[in-house]
Nanobody, 124 residues
Framework: VQLQASGGGLVQAGGSLRLSCAAS????????MAWFRQAPGMERDFVAF????????YYADSVKGRFTISRYNANNTVYLEMNSLKPEDTAVYYC??????????????????WGQGTEVTVSS
């Protein structure tokens, strides 16, 4: 499956952004999806997960209550709605996919399909 992330940009603290990740090439509902982020000089960290049907989600503690992951299988897209953004949310955000048989995982190394990343900068 090929993934194309978009929607990043520059926003002030307290603002909102919505990231999108469009998938192509395989049956989208066969994959669970996740968002990760990587700040300069840091490791790639888990942000949010959504199962194949959208009924199960999971978030990193740092974004819980502020970010919402969702998916629309009919148009092969997963979204990350980000509200109340903080400067520490500044990073390159990546969407990732893994066949749904693997279940829930927050480990970047488990994901074998990645988008190209979209940059989010939150100014104070």
């Amino acid at each position: 499956v090929q993934l194309q992330a978009s929607g990043g940009g520059l926003v002030q603290a307290g603002g909102s952004l919505r990231l999108s990740c469009a998938a192509s090439g395989r049956t989208f509902s066969n994959y669970v999806m996740a968002w990760f982020r990587q700040a300069p000089g840091m490791e790639r960290d888990f942000v949010a997960f959504i199962n194949w049907g959208g009924g199960t989600t999971y978030y990193a503690d740092s974004v819980k209550g502020r970010f919402t992951i969702s998916r629309y299988n009919a148009n092969n897209t997963v979204y990350l709605e980000m509200n109340s953004l903080k400067p520490e949310d500044t990073a390159v955000y990546y969407c990732a996919a893994i066949p749904r048989a693997f279940g829930r995982t927050i480990t970047a190394g488990d994901y074998n399909y990645w988008g190209q990343g979209t940059e989010v900068t939150v100014s104070s």
